[in-house]
């Protein structure tokens, strides 16, 4: 009865009525995400198509070069992965690489795995830091240590598909303006809970889909650190990564403001092991959202600002990244006030609207996926379909309290400077230097 009467009520709207109760999504995330993800994908298949003669002539410039490539892991308590990684290392196709590994303090076995493994020559160097000095410290490290023509930073928690190192090489010898790829991070463990199974629908639609249409577009604005490859002279130019929580969404700005391209390559495939409760996600999302006010609006706000060195596809990138995360977070607070001002007793029919809209809007989206990966899908990514209906629940509601918590707590205690994932005494100095 209750669906039946929310249907006549749906029934019975005029055009400007339907709008007026639904505008977020027929006004912003219908033409977002529906409509010019459409547009982007049809024309990117062919593209792919046409460009294959242009990426074997690639990869017979990669091996006719054959440069070293520098595989750097830092990681902290990430011993029971490291195996899985070291083996899928060893299986890639393109064989010129050295693996170095930083432990940065670990207190599990890591540091006995690891020496293990570099006894056996299953890695090339292993070095572990006593003292603690977070992520950005441990890849940096590992990076004076390395002498590859390129580097691939790669999650201590991840592993990789037989060709992802080749396969991730590749826009380097198509685009020599290049200096970045990222590869698509995949999930891992998506078969053990639901947590997994809902990150793993959303790193599908957000990852593999999302940034593949952003590279298109020119506004990619995160080269993820759990697989990416970047140039040497790139990284020795910026110095490597600065610390703090984000560090790949804030070197991946830094390389654009160099005036390099970045792209994503949806075939370089990365596995990697995410968080298996809602009560870890909360924390790991926490932390990644707040660094979207510390960097892209306070560290990089230079970016949207007119200055001589401004760039259109670099304010787009960041434009469009606070536009549909922090804005239209803001926008949705809104709507419901809004919706509880016109009529309360409506609210019932307008949630069980929304939710039917956007529960269709992801199928489609979900689709648009399955075609772009088809050759790369595993048999379980498509049983991910059965938890299809959950997913405006998980992103509109969970993810979503999430975020604002995150922003309005960065905004106003700039939380990012106080979270034990970095050392204290390397936040202090990132604070004081506004870093």
């Given amino acids: ?64 070069e054959r440069p070293l490539v520098s595989v ?27 693996i170095i590994i930083v432990d940065d303090g670990s207190d599990d076995d890591t540091a006995v795995i690891c020496r293990k493994l570099e006894k056996q020559g299953k890695i090339d160097r292993f070095i572990r830091n006593e003292i603690r000095g977070g992520k950005a410290s441990a890849a ?38 290049i200096g970045a790829v990222g590869g698509d991070v995949r999930v891992a463990n998506n078969d053990r809970t639901f947590a997994t199974r809902l990150q793993s629908i959303e790193y599908i639609k957000s990852i593999s889909t999302g940034r593949t249409i952003a590279s298109e577009l020119g506004i990619l604005r995160i080269i993820a650190g759990a697989h990416g490859a970047f ?77 001589a060195g401004f760039s259109l596809p670099n304010f787009l990138a960041s434009a469009e990244n606070i536009f549909f995360n922090l804005v239209l977070d803001v926008k ?16 019932g029919y307008i949630f069980i609207i929304n939710y039917i809209l956007y ?25 991910l379909f059965l938890f299809m209906p959950l997913i405006p629940f998980y992103t509109g509601i969970f993810l979503r309290i999430v975020r604002t918590y995150a922003y309005l707590m960065e905004f106003i205690h700039g939380a990012s400077y106080n979270d034990k994932w970095n050392p204290w005494k390397v936040s202090r100095i990132a604070k004081k230097e506004k870093l």
């Fill in 140 to 177: 940096n490290t590992a990076f004076n240590f390395s002498h590859g023509k390129y580097v691939v930073h790669i999650d201590a928690d991840s592993h990789l598909e037989v060709d992802a190192i080749e396969t991730i090489l590749l826009p380097f010898y198509m685009n020599n303006k």
């Fill in 332 to 347: 949705w607070w809104i709507y419901v006030v809004q919706m509880l001002m016109i009529n309360p007793a409506l609210l």
């Fill in 231 to 307: 140039r040497r002279d790139v990284l020795q130019r910026l110095h490597g990564w600065d610390i703090g929580p984000g560090l790949d969404g804030d070197i991946t700005l830094k390389i654009r403001k160099l005036g390099f391209q970045v792209v994503h390559e949806p075939m370089a495939i990365c596995y990697t092991n995410v968080p298996e409760t809602f009560r870890k996600l909360s924390k790991q999302r926490f932390r990644w959202d707040r660094s979207m006010i510390r960097f892209r609006i306070r560290k990089h706000r230079d970016i949207l600002l007119p200055s």
């Fill in 72 to 98: 750097i892991v830092p990681g902290k308590n990430e011993g029971k992965h490291i195996p899985r990684l070291s083996e899928s290392l060893s299986y890639q196709s393109y064989k010129n690489i050295e």
């Fill in 1 to 64: 009865m209750f669906l039946e009467n929310a249907f006549e009520f749906l029934a019975g709207l005029s055009t400007a009525q339907l709008i007026a109760y639904f505008w977020p999504f027929f006004l912003l995330d219908m033409a977002r995400y529906l409509l010019l993800d459409f547009i982007v994908i049809l024309l990117y298949v062919p593209k792919k198509i046409y460009q294959q003669a242009k990426y074997s002539h690639a990869r017979k410039q990669l091996y006719k």
């Fill in 359 to 383: 529960f269709l809007a992801n199928v489609f989206e979900f689709i648009i996926a399955c075609v772009l990966l088809h050759s790369s899908m595993r048999r379980k990514d498509y049983v």
